[in-house]
């Protein structure tokens, strides 16, 4: 296969993987690695490598976080990056802390105040809640005008509860 190729081979081995997921979870994973390995292979910074690496990252998040995490911050594009590590964050419900820590981590887009409210509403400790919610808000602050106002009701709305 051309160099040029990796890009359409990844995109294509994860939609066999998605198709595979229902019936043969073990095989769509392997080809999930697959996709993976020749992601990671590439050293572009083309938005298509990109789009790749948030879709395998993705993809990888429950069945190998480490690798979805640098592939995720691999990604060039910061929208596509902090996307990629909200998806992760969500995927990681059996490790609350590592998600809190990518979740502080991500930059400064409309998916971090999103994703650090979630994670506050689901923890029971208050110091944890506290600080998370704190962030949310701090992050939601440095946001632009038209995305700070989802990002503030989503707040509002959760300290309601």
């Avoid at 400064?108 to 979630?118: H, M, N, W």
């Amino acid at each position: 296969m051309a160099l040029g190729d990796l890009g359409l081979f990844a995109r294509e081995t994860l939609e066999v993987a998605d198709a595979l997921r229902p019936t043969d979870s073990g095989r769509a994973q392997r080809l999930a690695a697959d996709a993976a390995r020749v992601i990671e292979a590439s050293q572009s910074t083309d938005f298509l490598t990109d789009v790749n690496r948030h879709a395998v990252s993705t993809a990888l998040g429950t069945s190998a976080p480490d690798r979805a995490e640098r592939l995720a911050r691999a990604i060039s594009d910061q929208g596509l990056r902090t996307k990629a590590l909200a998806n992760l964050v969500a995927a990681l419900t059996t490790d609350p802390r590592r998600a809190e820590s990518i979740a502080l981590s991500m930059d400064d887009e409309l998916p971090k105040p999103f994703t650090l409210v979630a994670l506050a509403v689901g923890t029971d400790e208050a110091d944890r809640r506290t600080l998370l919610f704190a962030e949310a808000e701090r992050a939601a602050g440095r946001l632009s005008g038209p995305d700070r106002v989802p990002a503030l009701l989503a707040l509002a709305k959760a300290y309601e509860t």
